[in-house]
């Protein structure tokens, strides 16, 4: 019986650190001085409205834009995860096909062999924000086509959204579909 | 492929390598009771602790210990399964998330209180804001330093001296160890990118004029002890694969750090409170020397990817990328999935289900062993169990009576060991014959892999890992109780025995030191510890893992 009310009043005072004011003070500490951060790195529009955030993968289905991984969860961030196939399992090879299906529909002129893997497989979190160097460089001839913008434009914004691995070292390089997006959106509206 | 990435996993090893020895040393005198040093800086704040929690600050014995041990945690469970109950109508459910199922509540309540952290829910869905800040953190700290406290108890018995008090040694892991890294660490990963907020979502525009909900919510705090504590419980359902809760290569570096951080540091804490460095040496590096080979293992199979995909036509220069995150890559994703397991912890950064055969054997395997460092505290419990098993061996071989440390190791300690060392096997194994018995319908994977899912789940559970395969359909009665009693009984049983070993052994006179003892600081008894784990271990688990892991590698 001792270590009953022991252990309750010791946990009381333990939550008060380890709950109320480790949590309480950060969340302030940080709303003060990483705003941005906290706030979880929302990217805004002219209006103020917010329009996504820089860390979170957005859905693209139209052919003009860049296109992200495959998101089983379709980009939707009030969940995340992934379908969890296993590297044996037929589901993933037949997923596979398909996208390289579609892939070859709307990319005519850019062969399967230089399909980049990361294109058609799932991310773990089903909201991965970034494509790689090569992933985006292979949709170029396709955005361009559609869109009337040169590759030199287009190759120019991609290398510009290109963020190499942390420190050079940490990481892999990595471009952010949104933001990528974003500057397409912006090219296309002033021309 | 490139060699950055494996310079940033050499850059990141020798950092903890260099990291162990000071933190090892730090955590000895953190636990020391003759007054120090840091008495002033933590002393005023634990005596109140003290003072309001009513801890009397005397020794107890390895019944008393045990004794305190228990009940405490099972009233922390109780407390929390209510809250998960009850999550609907307490205060902070912005989100209007309804009550946990008494299952999986309980499931829940047992999984952080042993840190394990298994999770049959989604964090985004299935726990309200009141339930994440204050059930959940709260488990997070308290039960790594429960596991911390254990494991120091059991180190001054082998040490000859007494136990000391467990509440004293709860509140000092906390005040001087966890709380404060953990602060620090909180503000770095926000800095990072991390969220932290009392807002739990925003709604975006997105580009392409729809609606996108983004989950949000004071995740920089919960990230920081989850990886620190080797909890592993992730904010969100995808975990540390989610942008915000690891938003780059950075802050993967950071977590992989975080979580070394403790169990590589024990051995050098266990090395200078018996008056043996060379000894705790000994150890650190026979467990880094089995973590390289596992960590090489792993890398070589997730670079080689999927030869089905490469039949499609596919290159995978990238090596396998399914279910992992691009800003990360294959070899950080590799790399975390070796530290997670080896810590216990059971973050992951790419979804284990999906890694290639042998990569997921490397992860299940680290699980099996539990001894390559382990979870806080726990980790160097389970070694030095396995050090006075290679010390009996050795002297079974010889013809003496084994010691360890100057004392005797007899029928006694011997019976209390080997029993705590079948259990996890039957924990393991029995269940998972049930299951795969019973519920083969929950298996999402088929073929060799669903054998696999199955037998890692239950492997998580025993070690308090927590980690998944998370394709299978955990949700159910059976899984949430399964898993919920495997949990349970692996954390607390080895602990009452080997408290009780250390009881026992403090018991006993010193023996003389003579030309025939076996030495255990040297070099040879780092390979009679490496053999005795491996030669346990693969004779238990080898057919498991051959009818898993293996044949779905030899049939891809």
Redesign the interface.
């Known amino acids: 019986m001792k270590n009953v009310w022991i252990t309750l009043r010791t946990s009381a005072i333990l939550f008060v650190m380890c709950c109320v004011l480790y949590q309480l003070v950060i969340t302030g500490i940080a709303r003060v001085v990483m705003p941005h951060q906290a706030a979880g790195s929302l990217i805004y529009n002219s209006n103020h409205d917010v329009i996504g955030s820089e860390l979170i993968g957005q859905s693209f289905t139209d052919p003009h834009y860049f296109q992200g991984r495959v998101s089983s969860v379709e980009y939707n961030a009030n969940g995340s995860g992934s379908p969890n196939y296993a590297p044996s399992n037929p589901e993933l090879i037949k997923r596979i096909e398909e996208s390289v299906v579609t892939w070859q529909k709307q990319n005519p002129s850019v062969p399967v062999a230089s399909l980049p893997v990361d294109l058609i497989t799932n991310s773990g979190s089903g909201l991965d924000p970034d494509i790689t160097p090569q992933a985006a460089a292979a949709q170029i001839p396709r955005i361009s086509k559609l869109t009337g913008l040169s590759a030199e434009q287009l190759e120019s914004i991609v290398s510009n959204n290109t963020t190499p691995a942390q420190l050079g070292i940490f990481g892999e390089p990595a471009v952010n579909v949104l933001k990528l997006n974003l500057a397409v959106q912006q090219l296309r509206a002033q021309s | 492929m490139s060699i950055?990435?494996y310079?940033?996993i050499v850059?990141t090893l020798i950092i903890v390598i260099l990291l162990a020895r000071p933190m090892g040393s730090y955590i000895a005198r953190a636990f020391d009771y003759t007054p120090g040093r840091l008495d002033r800086w933590f002393g005023p704040l634990e005596k109140?602790?003290y003072r309001?929690?009513?801890?009397r600050q005397d020794n107890q014995t390895w019944k008393q210990y045990a004794?305190?041990v228990l009940?405490?945690n099972s009233?922390?469970i109780l407390?929390v399964y209510l809250i998960f109950r009850l999550q609907d109508k307490l205060p902070l459910n912005p989100a209007d998330i309804g009550a946990m199922s008494p299952d999986l509540a309980f499931n829940t309540a047992v999984s952080f209180m042993t840190n394990t952290n298994l999770q049959h829910y989604?964090g985004?869905?299935g726990l309200s804001l009141f339930s994440q800040?204050?059930a959940i953190?709260?488990m997070m700290?308290?039960s790594p330093a429960t596991g911390i406290a254990v494991a120091i108890a059991f180190i001054r018995g082998l040490a000859g001296k007494p136990l000391g008090n467990f509440?004293v040694d709860?509140?000092r892991a906390?005040?001087r160890i966890l709380?404060p890294i953990?602060?620090v660490a909180?503000?770095i990963l926000?800095?990072?990118?991390?969220?932290?907020?009392?807002?739990t979502?925003?709604?975006?525009?997105?580009?392409?004029g729809?609606q996108?909900?983004?989950?949000?919510g004071?995740m920089?705090?919960f990230l920081a002890i989850k990886e620190l504590g080797n909890n592993g419980g992730g904010f969100?359902?995808?975990n540390s694969?989610?942008?915000?809760e690891n938003?780059?290569?950075?802050s993967?570096?950071l977590q992989i750090m975080m979580m070394m951080l403790v169990p590589v540091s024990l051995p050098f804490t266990y090395g200078k409170m018996v008056g043996n460095r060379k000894q705790g040496r000994v150890l650190f590096v026979s467990m880094m020397m089995m973590f390289i080979v596992m960590l090489s293992v792993s890398l070589f199979s997730e670079h080689q990817?999927?030869p089905?995909?490469q039949q499609?036509?596919?290159?995978?220069?990238?090596g396998?990328?399914?279910?992992?995150?691009?800003?990360?890559?294959v070899e950080?994703?590799s790399f975390y999935s070796v530290v997670t397991t080896a810590s216990e912890t059971g973050a992951?950064?790419?979804?284990h289900?999906?890694?290639?055969?042998i990569a997921g054997m490397v992860a299940i395997g680290n699980m099996m062993l539990n001894t390559v460092f382990g979870g806080s505290g726990v980790g160097i419990l389970n070694v030095l169990m396995y050090a006075i098993i290679a010390v009996f061996l050795s002297g079974l071989m010889v013809g003496r009576t084994p010691e360890f440390l100057g004392r005797k190791i007899e029928g006694k300690e011997m019976k209390l060991i080997a029993v705590t060392l079948l259990i996890q096997p039957l924990l393991i194994l029995a269940p998972t014959a049930i299951a795969l018995m019973t519920y083969p319908n929950t298996i999402?994977?088929?073929?060799?892999?669903g054998l696999t899912q199955v037998l890692y789940e239950f492997t998580s559970a025993a070690a308090n890992n927590g980690s998944g395969?998370?394709?299978l359909s955990d949700n159910t009665i059976f899984w949430n109780v399964s898993t919920g009693a495997v949990m349970f009984i692996a954390r607390y049983f080895s602990m009452v025995t080997l408290l009780a070993v250390a009881g026992s052994l403090l018991m006993k006179k010193p023996v003389p030191e003579t030309s025939g003892t076996l030495r255990t600081d040297q070099p040879l008894f780092g390979v009679v510890f490496v053999v005795a784990v491996v030669i346990v271990g693969a004779l238990t688990f080898f057919p498991a893992l051959v009818l898993g892991p293996i044949a779905?590698q030899l049939?891809?």
Not at chain 2, 212 to 216: D, E
Not at chain 2, 312 to 318: E, K, R, V, Y
Not at chain 2, 353 to 357: A, G, K, Q, V
Request: aromatic share 4%; glycine share 14%; hydrophobic share 45%.
């Open positions: 950055l990435p310079i940033g850059v109140g602790i309001i929690g009513g801890i004794a305190a009940i405490s009233i922390l407390i989604s985004e869905s800040m204050t953190v709260f700290f308290v509440f709860l509140t906390l005040t709380l953990a602060t909180a503000i926000i800095g990072l990118g991390v969220p932290q907020t009392l807002q979502g925003v709604t975006a525009q997105t580009l392409e729809a996108q909900q983004i989950a949000t004071p920089g705090t969100m359902g995808a694969a989610h942008p915000f938003p780059g290569g950075v993967n570096m990817g999927n089905l995909i499609a036509g596919i290159q995978q220069g990238t396998s990328m399914e279910g992992k995150e691009v800003r990360i890559g950080q994703s992951v950064n790419t979804m289900d999906t890694l290639t055969p999402s994977n088929p073929g060799y892999h395969f998370e394709g779905e049939t891809l």
